[in-house]
């Protein structure tokens, strides 16, 4: 049941996505791909709806719980918690893989050498990356 909840707000999310926003999909996919993160963890859906979220109005990172999580959670008929839980998992995976070594190609992402970024600022460092 939950499986086709998920599947039918990103078949949902994939049919209003635009051009630009199209483009942006196809490279967190290649990004997260690189790092080892697959869709098949409920958090990488919520992490590209998180990213999609707050490119189109990075405001919301300043009340990321209400004006990110509260949505990703409503489309995907979860909780807050949850969310933000699969977020982390993603998160731990991308870097225990190699993916922040992938974001500090750019020289202004050093800082997270020797860091874990929180969900937070993981969706923002993702949000930094793709509009380059």
């Given at each position: 049941m939950m499986q086709n909840v998920l599947f039918s707000s990103m078949f949902i999310m994939h049919n209003i996505?635009?051009?630009?926003?199209?483009?942006?999909?196809e490279a967190f996919?290649?990004?997260?791909?690189?790092?080892g993160v697959f869709r098949h963890y409920y958090g990488y859906a919520y992490l590209e709806q998180g990213v999609i979220l707050a490119?189109?109005?990075?405001?919301?990172?300043?009340?990321?719980c209400k004006e990110i999580y509260s949505q990703i959670a409503r489309m995907n008929q979860t909780n807050i918690a949850n969310v933000e839980?699969?977020?982390r998992t993603v998160r731990d995976v991308f870097v225990r893989n190699g993916?922040?070594?992938?974001?500090?190609?750019?020289?202004r992402y050093r800082f997270w050498e020797d860091k874990k970024p929180y969900p937070k600022e993981f969706i923002e460092l993702l949000v930094d990356y793709f509009q380059g």
């Open positions: 996505l635009s051009k630009e926003e199209t483009d942006m999909t996919q290649e990004l997260m791909y690189s790092a490119m189109e109005d990075p405001k919301r990172l300043q009340h990321i839980k699969n977020i993916g922040m070594e992938l974001l500090m190609k750019r020289e």
